[in-house]
C-alpha cells in the first residue's frame, strides 16, 4: 500500500521560507509523476508544483520564481522549497501522486 508522508510545515513571516518533505513508501518512487497541492480555508484545493519522472517541472503562476520542487529517488522523497513567502500562500499542502494516492497535508502559515 502506498504512503506519502508530508512534513516541515509551520508558522513564518512573511519573506520567509520553508522547505516541505514528502517521503514515500510501497512502491518504486522514480517511476511515478510528484506534485504539490494547497488548499487555503474556504477554498479548493489548487495546484502548486509538479515533478515527471525525467526531471521535468511545472509551476502554477503564482509560485513561479518563489517555490522549486524537487525530487530523490534514492531517498523516495519529493521538496518543495519555498521562498519569499507571501500570507497568501497560507494553506494546507498536500502531496499526491499520479496514481490518484494523497497525504494526510502539512499546515502553512505565513503571517504578516
Known amino acids: 500500500q502506498v504512503q506519502l508522508i508530508e512534513s516541515g510545515g509551520g508558522l513564518v513571516q512573511s519573506g520567509g521560507s520553508l522547505r516541505l518533505s514528502c517521503a514515500a513508501s510501497g512502491r518504486t518512487f522514480s517511476d511515478y509523476v510528484m506534485a504539490w497541492f494547497r488548499q487555503a480555508p474556504g477554498k479548493g484545493r489548487e495546484f502548486v508544483a509538479a515533478t515527471w519522472t525525467n526531471g521535468t517541472t511545472e509551476y502554477t503562476d503564482s509560485v513561479k520564481g518563489r517555490f522549486t520542487i524537487g525530487r530523490d529517488n534514492v531517498k523516495n522523497t519529493v521538496y518543495l522549497q519555498m521562498n519569499s513567502l507571501k500570507p497568501d500562500d497560507t494553506a494546507a499542502y498536500y502531496c499526491?501522486?499520479?496514481?490518484?494516492?494523497w497525504g494526510q497535508g502539512t499546515q502553512v502559515t505565513v503571517s504578516s
Open positions: 499526491t501522486d499520479n496514481r490518484g494516492n
